[in-house]
């Protein structure tokens, strides 16, 4: 009986595995059949959309559902963050799968560009945004911004009676000697984006020679941007360099003792951005989704899914709980200045540090 | 003079002898079809989805513009960085490999020949770490010996304490890890015959000279096994230091943040192939040093049960070490599903049920995709490891080096580089397989073979192939070897890989978040996507169903594994 028992399981598995030996020639040929059909020409009820998204999960699904909702568009969502959707995109190339890229940092954008792995499209509905956040081009359009700033512990710096930070200067304050994180530049655009604001406001050398300075102070570099954020609330460390959503975000979830503050000199930002992946299969409904995502309804669905960037639609309201930071004193970030230069500020991080 | 061209006549001869039984051996498998096919078929399978993606990451490495360049090493090489977190790597996958193996063999010991009473209890916390996704384990450390931790700042007043950082990642990788060396070494320990260490003990051996004249030595090779596993993990784990690394980098985690941080494809899996050197010359020297003793240990069915060691010298200073890693896994895990019942994680610890709720109200979908590709992966994993085990250890044909590499070379290869190993081959046809299930299927197969072909080759190492050979004699073909004397002497290490298997395709993370397609949705991803978003509860509601769920599976295999054993045990 025990024999037949292993007989029949190993006639089982070795007959799974010829199926699906079989179906790595077959599926595929079967799969994209369907979809060329359904593009020609047929009314917009017809039309699918597969989306890489660089949101939050929660955020990017609503989006997806709100979109299909509106346009009938039948639209799915895979989410990612920005570096590994432009991995993605880059080895798919040659086959490609999802014809949008919804949210993630613009510099991820800028590299797609480069390396030719986006479509240029200038919606009729980007005309509203602002210059400076989208690409003149129409490679990539800005749906929303973050600032740069401190998110500290407040509970923990009232504790050992220290002021909140006001000023990039007051970071050097002996007291916070062990007590600052920021996520290492070398892996961490958020942390990049701290080193190319520095060099903005002052000039290379004094950025660096503050940097340097600023070494002394840090607690550690991990290696996620919002990870500060995340451990000034858990009480981890005092202060937590890093976007300042991110801090609203982790203060909604109940991390009751953050206090959010911006730097009085003047501080960069990031831009999140939407676009078309160059040979999108849905060419048609990516179109359609880029010009639904800059509407103003689009902008503020984020924030019921605890995005709490500021948007770039002038119409669109910004979150209430981001209200604090209007007045942020912004510096003039230049994109293409901080993506040229990456590499090379970076290294140099490298030296003086010597991390 | 002459003595020495004596002696090189000699070597001539051997070579020559050596070739011709190779050629006889050749000869003998063409004339059975059934083992030829199962070799031709297994060589496909591995050359198609381990060499071919490796290859295409190696290719990435040395390509730019289409020519030919060895620019990305010389860059990496000379980048001071990259040396300190060669270093790094290197101390820690010999540091975590040597603590992990020797808690495991304790372990090991402890269930299998002594009588301390919780052998059950042991036997649940030493698989604990494995059924759980890993950066809840890091999160775990976090809350116990962070500067807030509830041990340190709590308990022990201790301010600043850092987490971060060589220690801790020690920590959290031994209690990752070393429940894969006690299954290695269980299932050795199990398979060895009491009748070689009764005879020591009945010429008058102590039970510790016995444990260091005959046991000891005959786990040599189970041993090293253990470690090798262990270093090769510890070195491609990924998701511990990126959580708890702090500023200690290690090559996994490089990898991913050259290629995803830095945008620079090129430069990730330039220094994926210089990790993946470095697990494949540590293969090469485990084999040349340990696998030239081997040691075989039951030479028929064992003559009866081992009787368990009872004497208190020996069984007390073994349980206290056991129940004292116990407690410490136990504290870690405890966390888990409270994690799931306090209203914020570290902050506010009132009681709610809102994050299970919110888990239910999202759907079932994840739990029944992850449930469903696991469990189409699993048999095959299992059989395929068999299968592959039996040809290494038992058949000799030529291709046989490259099997037994192929089988073991994707333990070594960080998730990551396997998953962008994976789009870059199978994106284009004839093998269009991205957004399919079947990628998601094959890469976590892939995954779990080599601990399965190991644990396979080291069980089969101990039984004499005698049995088979009488078998074969008496008019058996190849599968009815296989079937009827091969796997059921094997069948705890049958039954292990498939535990781990099962476990480990359902909590992987790394290797299929390039992988994933709308289509699929998978639980492990969802719970980074929700420790991402900061809900550390939804997290952790997550991460205790996916918990019960492998542990249900895990009783249900154990529980068919006794009923098995039973009906063979009637029948004999």
Not at chain 1, 23 to 39: G, H, I, Q, V
Not at chain 1, 102 to 117: N, V
Not at chain 1, 155 to 162: A, G, P, V
Request: with cysteine; net charge neutral; aromatic share 10%.
């Amino acid at each position: 009986m025990r024999k037949f028992k292993f007989l029949s399981l190993v006639l089982v598995a070795i007959l799974c595995m010829t199926i699906f030996a079989g179906c790595s020639s077959s599926e595929p040929k079967s799969e994209p059949a369907p979809e060329p059909a359904e593009k020609a020409e047929e009314p917009k009820k017809d039309l699918s959309l597969t989306i890489y998204a660089g949101l939050m999960e929660d955020h990017a699904q609503a989006a997806a559902k709100e979109f299909e909702k509106e346009t009938g568009v039948k639209t799915s969502v895979v989410r990612m963050s920005g570096g590994e959707i432009l991995t993605r995109i880059e080895a798919e190339k040659e086959n490609t799968k999802a014809s949008v890229w919804y949210g993630g940092p613009a510099d991820t954008f800028i590299a797609a560009k480069e390396k030719g792995l986006l479509e240029a499209y200038v919606s009729p509905n980007a005309a509203k945004i602002p210059e400076q956040f989208k690409d003149p081009e129409g490679y990539w359009t800005g749906i929303y911004k973050g600032y740069l700033g401190f998110v500290c512990n407040g509970k923990l710096l009232k504790e050992k009676n220290i002021e909140i930070p006001k000023t990039w200067e007051d970071l050097l304050n002996p007291a916070l000697k062990g007590q600052i994180v920021v996520a290492n530049p070398a892996s961490s655009g958020t942390a990049y984006t701290l080193i190319a604001t520095l060099v903005q406001l002052w000039d290379e050398d004094r950025a660096m020679d503050y940097l340097k300075k600023l070494d002394e102070q840090i607690r550690q570099y991990p290696k996620t941007g919002s990870a500060p954020a995340q451990m000034a609330g858990m009480g981890e460390a005092m202060v937590g360099i890093c976007f300042m959503h991110d801090g609203i975000k982790y203060y909604e979830e109940g991390y009751t003792d953050i206090v959010l503050s911006a730097p009085e000199e003047g501080t960069g930002y990031e831009i999140g951005a939407v676009g078309i992946i160059k040979n999108a299969p849905d060419l048609e409904a990516a179109k359609i989704f880029v010009d639904w995502a800059l509407t103003k309804e689009a902008q503020e669905l984020g924030q019921q899914y605890g995005s709490y960037q500021f948007l770039t639609n002038p119409d669109a309201n910004p979150p209430k709980q981001a209200e604090q930071l209007k007045d942020t004193k912004l510096i003039d970030y230049d994109m293409e200045f901080a993506g040229k230069n990456r590499a090379r500020l970076v290294e140099k991080w490298h030296e003086v540090t010597n991390k | 003079m002459h003595f020495l061209k004596r002696q090189k006549g000699c070597k001539s001869m051997v070579v020559r002898t050596k070739l011709l039984s190779d050629f006889k051996d050749m000869k003998k498998i063409l004339r059975d079809p059934i083992l030829l096919t199962t070799i031709i078929f297994v060589i496909i399978i591995l050359l198609t989805f381990i060499i071919y993606p490796l290859y295409s990451v190696l290719n990435e490495s040395f390509v730019e513009n289409g020519r030919f360049t060895t620019s990305s090493y010389i860059r990496i090489f000379s980048n001071r960085d990259f040396q300190n977190t060669l270093k790094n790597t290197l101390i820690l996958g010999v540091v975590v490999g040597v603590l992990s193996t020797a808690i495991g063999f304790i372990f090991a010991y402890a269930n299998v020949y002594l009588d301390t009473g919780l052998a059950k209890l042991f036997d649940i916390v030493s698989i604990l770490p494995i059924v759980s996704p890993p950066f809840v384990l890091g999160l775990s450390a976090i809350l116990l010996f962070g500067q807030q931790g509830i041990i340190t700042k709590r308990l022990l007043g201790i301010q600043n304490a850092n987490i971060y950082g060589f220690k801790g990642l020690v920590m959290v990788q031994v209690m990752t890890f070393f429940p894969v060396a006690y299954l290695v070494l269980k299932g050795l320990l199990l398979n060895m015959d009491p009748a070689l260490e009764e005879a020591s003990r009945n010429m008058g051996a102590s039970t510790s000279k016995t444990f260091l004249k005959v046991t000891l030595p005959l786990m040599t090779p189970g041993i090293a096994n253990a470690f090798l596993l262990v270093f090769i993990e510890a070195v491609a784990d990924f998701a511990n230091p990126m959580l708890i690394g702090g500023n200690y980098s290690t090559l996994a985690t490089q990898i991913y943040l050259q290629a995803i941080g830095n945008y620079d494809m090129q430069g990730g899996s330039t220094i994926a192939v210089i990790l993946l050197s470095l697990s494949i010359l540590l293969f090469v020297v485990e084999k040349y040093l340990v696998e030239k003793r081997s040691y075989i240990t039951v030479t028929g069915k064992s003559s009866r049960k081992r009787e368990l060691i009872t004497d208190h010298r020996i069984v007390l200073p073994i349980k206290f070490i056991c129940l004292g890693v116990t407690i410490f896994v136990i504290s870690f895990y405890i966390l888990v599903p409270i994690g799931g019942l306090f209203k914020t994680w570290g902050v506010n610890f009132s009681l709610t049920l809102n994050h299970f709720k919110y888990v239910f109200n999202i759907g079932l979908k994840p739990f029944t995709d992850t449930i469903f590709l696991s469990a189409v992966a699993t048999p095959i994993t299992g059989i395929l490891s068999m299968i592959i085990a039996f040809l290494i250890q038992r058949k000799k044909f030529i291709g046989r080096s490259f099997v037994e590499f192929a089988s073991l070379l994707a333990m070594a290869v960080p998730g990551t580089v396997l998953g962008i190993g994976y789009i870059l081959a199978y994106n284009t046809k004839p093998l269009l397989l991205t957004g399919t299930a079947a990628i998601i299927i094959i890469a976590f197969i892939m995954r779990s073979l080599p601990v399965g072909v190991r644990s396979g080759v080291a069980a089969l190492a101990q039984i004499d192939p005698s049995i088979e050979e009488a078998a074969q004699d008496l008019g058996a073909n190849t599968f009815q070897v296989f079937t009827s004397i091969t796997l059921p002497l094997i069948r705890p290490a049958f039954f292990s890989g498939l535990v781990y298997s099962f476990v480990r395709s359902m909590t992987a993370v790394s290797a299929v978040i390039f992988l994933i397609s709308a289509r699929h949705n998978l639980l492990t991803t969802q719970i980074m996507a929700q420790a991402d978003a900061g809900r550390f509860g939804v997290a952790c509601a997550y991460s205790t169903i996916l918990i019960f769920i492998v542990y249900a599976a895990v009783y249900i295999m154990n529980f068919a594994l006794t009923k098995m054993q039973v009906g063979q045990q009637e029948i004999i």
